[in-house]
């Protein structure tokens, strides 16, 4: 693979843009897909508390020979887990799943409005900043009010926000809150779970560039300027979705994948919603 680009983020560290999703994998799964894309280059693993499989990528990441600190490493604050207090066992209890004593991204994995426990929660993130239990902290599927909450409370604004983000759902209007803040945006579903790899348009600029269309759409995350992570647990899959640093999308077929979105395209839940 060939070099990695990196986005620096508003505390002053680096995020590799491409990282290894593992939701839905076993710690077996987790172990080894890690493994896999360390191996093929990827320096950067998406986890989370609710996935069930932080063990197994701690031992992916163990195994890989690699030093700690060339790899950048997020888990996610679970729901019931959120408040100040208990925020904070939560960290310390992913550590030890994880096998290490820092991870780079803390991440609140749902701002659940209607709880209201996010700004105590938050509090609790920039304490564990505060004690090196983590490098940057962040958010994910915050909205724009969820936001102003929590960097109006603090003034420490998230480094990014991961929110679901795919050519069928391009959240335009969110991403212009991040920008005026310096928030980076962060994909989840980049592929939209695979559906998005189906789509006639997309199809046509794989023919056209001769890539995949997950390389399509993973190189067009890139240079819309998203962290894009990726999910898959099939060795071929891991090392195709990395081999997207040596070409370029014209400004056609960015148009063109532009084109795709759709104000009724969301997968997941909204994090507005009343779930939540
Ligand atoms: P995704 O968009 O990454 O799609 C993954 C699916 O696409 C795979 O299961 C596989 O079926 C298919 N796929 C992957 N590479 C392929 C290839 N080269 N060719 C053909 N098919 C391919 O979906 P995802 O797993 O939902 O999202 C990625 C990651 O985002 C997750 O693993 C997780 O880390 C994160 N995530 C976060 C949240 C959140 O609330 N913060 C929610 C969902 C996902």
């Given at each position: 693979m060939t070099e990695q680009p990196v986005l620096q983020m508003n505390d002053g560290h680096r995020i590799p843009q491409l990282g290894l999703g593992v939701w839905q994998a076993t710690d077996d799964q987790a172990e080894a897909a890690v493994a896999e894309a360390l191996a093929a280059g990827y320096r950067h693993v998406d986890t989370a508390?609710?996935?069930?499989?932080e063990t197994g990528v701690g031992r992916g990441i163990a195994g890989?020979?690699?030093?700690?600190?060339a790899v950048f490493l997020t888990t996610k604050l679970w729901n019931a887990d959120q408040g100040f207090d208990s925020a904070l066992r939560a960290c310390e209890a992913s550590l030890k799943r994880l096998g290490t004593?820092?991870?780079d991204l803390y991440l609140i994995?749902?701002?659940m409005p209607r709880k209201g426990t996010f700004p105590d929660s938050w509090k609790a993130l920039i304490r564990l900043r505060e004690d090196g239990l983590v490098r940057s902290v962040g958010v994910s599927n915050f909205t724009p009010e969820t936001l102003d909450r929590i960097v109006t409370d603090t003034g420490v604004t998230p480094v990014l926000n991961q929110v679901e983000l795919h050519p069928a759902f391009q959240q335009r209007p969110l991403k212009a809150v991040h920008s005026r803040r310096d928030i980076l945006t962060e994909a989840w579903s980049p592929l939209g779970q695979g559906k998005?790899?189906?789509t006639g348009a997309i199809a046509a600029i794989a023919a056209e560039t001769g890539r995949t269309p997950a390389q399509v759409i993973i190189r067009w995350h890139l240079q819309q300027g998203h962290v894009a992570i990726p999910k898959s647990v099939t060795p071929a899959r891991i090392r195709e979705n990395a081999q997207v640093f040596d070409f370029d999308l014209t400004p056609a077929q960015m148009a063109a994948i532009e084109a795709l979105d759709d104000p009724a395209g969301r997968i997941g839940p909204d994090p507005d919603g009343a779930s939540f």
């Open positions: 508390t609710i996935y069930g499989n890989s020979g690699l030093p700690r600190d004593d820092y991870v994995h749902w701002p998005a790899l189906a």
